[in-house]
């Protein structure tokens, strides 16, 4: 199997979405946010341990917004 880069696999993603009416790609996948739940339970299935990874990073990231809303020094310098 070769190896995709990511600009590919998403080439690919809109050909075959592209075949599928309009009406079901604008609300089935871009608007009710399909589209990003399906490839979401892609990635925790096939690739568990990058799932992990990600709910990590997202964590850490959730908890530095957090102490920047609750810090007045970090929003008098636009932190």
């Keep these: ?3 995709l880069n990511l600009k590919e696999a998403l ?3 809109a050909d075959v979405l ?3 009416p309009a009406e079901e790609i ?3 996948w871009f608007r009710s946010g399909r589209l990003v739940g399906e490839l979401s339970v892609l990635i925790k299935r096939r690739h568990p341990e990058v799932q ?3 709910d990590r990073v997202y ?3 959730l908890a530095q917004l957090s102490k920047r809303r609750h810090d007045p020094a970090a929003q008098d310098y636009g932190l």
């Design 11 to 13: 080439t690919a993603l």
């Design 1 to 3: 199997m070769i190896p």
């Design 52 to 54: 992990a990874e990600i």
């Design 18 to 20: 592209a075949k599928l």
């Design 59 to 61: 964590q850490e990231r």
């Design 26 to 28: 604008l609300f089935d």
